[in-house]
């Protein structure tokens, strides 16, 4: 026996390196678990924060990670801390990745906890019964600073209950990023949907194919339910009932999808049907697409790379005009919730209430991306908005004006003329819109097929939502 | 071996070397680069290049160390290393303290039902996490652990430790029962027989499980992005996806990087320990 355990178990009096490494685990454990015990000496209740002042409460925000990191910084920093000493309450924000927002948003729901204010990038309407109506503070913002955006009102009013389910606080116009460059090189013009269709092969022939998107992600969606507006074909009507597949609707979306299909056959690659939300982005920077929609992250990195032969040459437009009008989607819908299980729902209201009065600086500090969904938030509203815009030194100079007048002229709502419903929500949340652009471009579906299986998805939905009340 | 032997052992593994170690010279390649190389779809991806895409061997003087610097002084990365760590360590800990016994006791004191009961344990291992994330949810919520690092050193053991238990099972029942019974009869208790017989020539399981344990913390995604929701009590796995891309930006240098800086330590901690973990793989627990 002795032998036989001398020979398994070998004790060292020296110090070995799996010593070495177990000691030095240990200590790093012991002093990261409880070397910081000292600063939670207050206990339960945490730490007084501002000196002989109880506090008033604690309020916990969740929102996306900004593409403009300083604008977090100095919302996290400066004005939340602000916010908190003015209000003697203890706020924290939390950032998460927008692509998480959703499935997060849906998690706190199902274990009933999590924030106080859940901020949305697109209007979150299938959580409204999750939610507390917000209609009293948005009357007392519309009191001190007048109508609500158009495009807030209708992503955020549910015409059914009569109340608004979220609290809009931002929206960020969806322009046409283009290489001016290559589009004088090919004689081209991006004024209509059809001078696209005219321009995209001669891009590809040239080696910068236009990149829209038709892949589960938010950039297509907005994309293509905008060119669905602008050739009449409505997911639904102004009273909120699916009319895709009816009359003139169906023939405009037929349109769409014809158009559509044409321009990636002749002018782009099989790429577009697996890209995230950044790859328009990515590859707009990198120099290889002559058109992209996105909101002004494309302009802003290229700005931010220093390669100025790109950023100089990357210019801003509206909307190409489809044969019925011209509109698009806004790209993003800042839409607060205030769960129904929030702790602390009198000081999410306020601080709601608080921003939105103030919001000129968060247009500022977020680079001209957060428009204010309260226009009247910036005195003067669109004509001052259009002066700030103006004043961006990056050239080419005044390109950022352009955006004033997509906010104010082009710039709408999913599910327009009606309001974002939780139907459309969900149609959103499917990808329902790009999967029916892209069965038409790829050939697996006539555009009249994919129009009928469309509407036949978007009818199931409806039905279901109406049977729960909320459209 | 010989020069013969040296040279094809070498031809079979070199390839496998390069291709294995490639992501890594790209991911360090990358974390140096400068924007302007990297997001110009001209240049080479595997080289440094100057503005007009030409490689120069000064190369150091077309890279930049400002996207690492970053991570370190803009991020929390620093923070999420520490978290992740002390994490692993707890649960490595809890997931042997309770592991070990019972793999033991189901490998030699449970009799005819130990294995099936074993192998009922190992299938709770099998459940989604995505289906246990809900009862865990309301459980975290009820302990008020959210956003706390000791709800995933609460919940990570849940997933530990039916496969711990299992592997350990199979490794105690590799070991003679001659070896305890001397033990024994030399007047060892069983609990000193345990400590002083089994457990050492049982180590390269205990390793594997080890590993196993710190892999899983250091990779889970899950519940570290939805129980923890500041970015100064993350893991790193749901830090660097969360803080290095902020909507449609990409920080590439600074991702790579936070790639490769936990990998380094990681890779020489795991060397320390390779003359076991080939020991017990290819030699058996007991020799």
């Given at each position: 026996m002795t032998d036989t355990a001398d020979e398994l178990v070998s004790p060292s009096s020296a110090l070995t390196r799996e010593d070495l490494l177990k000691r030095g685990a240990a200590a790093a454990f012991a002093v990261g678990m409880f070397g910081g015990l000292s600063e939670k000496a207050f206990g339960f209740a945490g730490p007084h924060r501002y000196t002989h002042r109880q506090l008033a409460g604690e309020l916990r925000i969740m929102t996306w990670a900004h593409f403009v990191p300083a604008y977090d910084q100095w919302l996290d920093n400066v004005y939340v801390k602000q916010w908190g000493e003015q209000n003697d309450v203890d706020v924290k924000v939390d950032h998460i990745n927008n692509a998480f927002l959703y499935s997060t948003g849906a998690s706190q729901v199902a274990a009933q906890s999590g924030h106080d204010l859940f901020w949305f990038i697109s209007p979150p309407s299938t959580f409204q019964r999750q939610a507390i109506p917000v209609t009293d503070i948005v009357q007392e913002v519309s009191r001190k600073l007048g109508r609500m955006a158009k495009v807030a009102r209708k992503s955020t009013y549910n015409p059914r209950t009569k109340q608004f389910y979220g609290f809009p606080d931002d929206y960020a116009p969806d322009p046409v990023h283009y290489r001016k460059s290559f589009i004088e090189e090919v004689g081209?013009?991006?004024?209509t949907w059809e001078d696209v269709r005219r321009a995209a092969p001669k891009l590809k022939a040239i080696g910068h194919p236009m990149g829209l998107g038709m892949s589960n992600e938010i950039d297509s969606n907005m994309l293509l339910t905008s060119l669905l507006y602008c050739y009449g074909g409505f997911i639904q009507n102004e009273e909120n009932k699916i009319v895709i597949g009816q009359g003139k609707n169906r023939t405009g979306a037929i349109e769409a999808l014809q158009l559509m299909r044409d321009i990636f056959r002749n002018g782009m690659t099989d790429e577009v049907f697996a890209w995230t939300a950044a790859s328009n982005n990515q590859a707009f920077v990198a120099g290889r697409l002559s058109v992209a929609l996105n909101a002004i992250s494309i302009t802003r990195t290229a700005e931010n790379s220093g390669n100025t032969a790109l950023s100089d040459d990357t210019w801003l437009a509206s909307i190409p005009r489809g044969p019925v009008m011209r509109m698009g989607n806004e790209h993003v819908m800042g839409v607060y919730l205030i769960w129904k299980f929030a702790q602390n729902k009198e000081n999410a209201k306020k601080f709601l209430v608080d921003t939105m009065l103030g919001y000129r600086e968060h247009f500022i500090r977020s680079q001209y991306y957060n428009f204010p969904a309260w226009t009247g938030a910036i005195q003067g509203g669109f004509k001052t908005i259009r002066q700030m815009t103006a004043q961006d030194t990056h050239k080419p100079k005044g390109k950022y004006t352009i955006l004033t007048t997509i906010a104010e002229k082009y710039t709408t709502n999913p599910g327009f003329p009606g309001n974002t419903t939780p139907v459309m929500d969900e149609i959103f949340n499917t990808y329902l819109i790009p999967q029916m652009f892209a069965e038409v471009a790829q050939g697996k579906s006539t555009p009249a097929e994919a129009v009928r299986a469309f509407d036949r998805k978007a009818q199931a939905i409806y039905r279901k939502w109406r049977n729960r009340g909320l459209v | 071996m010989t020069k013969r032997q040296t040279f094809f052992t070498y031809l079979v593994v070199g390839p496998f070397a390069i291709v294995l170690a490639f992501p890594f010279y790209f991911a360090l390649v990358t974390m140096f680069k400068t924007d302007l190389d990297l997001a110009n779809a001209q240049h080479s991806p595997f080289l440094y290049n100057d503005l007009e895409g030409n490689f120069h061997w000064d190369f150091w003087n077309y890279a930049t160390t400002g996207e690492v610097t970053f991570l370190f002084t803009d991020t929390n990365f620093p923070t999420w290393i520490v978290n992740t760590v002390l994490v692993a360590a707890a649960v490595v800990g809890i997931t042997l303290l309770l592991a070990l016994p019972a793999g033991y006791a189901l490998a030699r004191l449970a009799g005819g039902w130990g294995q099936s009961a074993g192998v009922a344990i190992f299938l709770v291992y099998l459940l989604p996490p995505t289906l246990l994330f809900l009862p865990l949810s309301r459980l975290i919520t009820n302990l008020d652990l959210k956003d706390s690092l000791w709800s995933l050193i609460l919940v990570y053991p849940s997933f530990t430790i039916p496969f711990a238990t299992w592997l350990l099972m199979g490794f105690f029942k590799t070991i003679p029962h001659e070896l305890e019974e001397a033990a024994l009869v030399d007047g060892c208790s069983r609990l000193s027989a345990l400590v002083r017989i089994i457990f050492p020539v049982s180590l390269p399981g205990i390793l594997t499980v080890v590993i196993f344990a710190f892999s899983l913390c250091v990779n889970e995604f899950i519940y570290a992005f939805t129980f923890v929701s500041s970015s100064e009590q993350r893991t790193i796995s749901a830090g660097i996806p969360n803080d290095l891309i902020r909507g449609d930006v990409f920080y590439w240098q600074s991702l790579m990087a936070a790639t490769v800086i936990p990998a380094i330590p990681l890779a020489l901690l795991y060397n320390a320990f390779l003359d076991r973990f080939i020991k017990g793989f290819t030699g058996g627990a007991f020799r």
């Open positions: 081209g013009s991006l004024r | -």
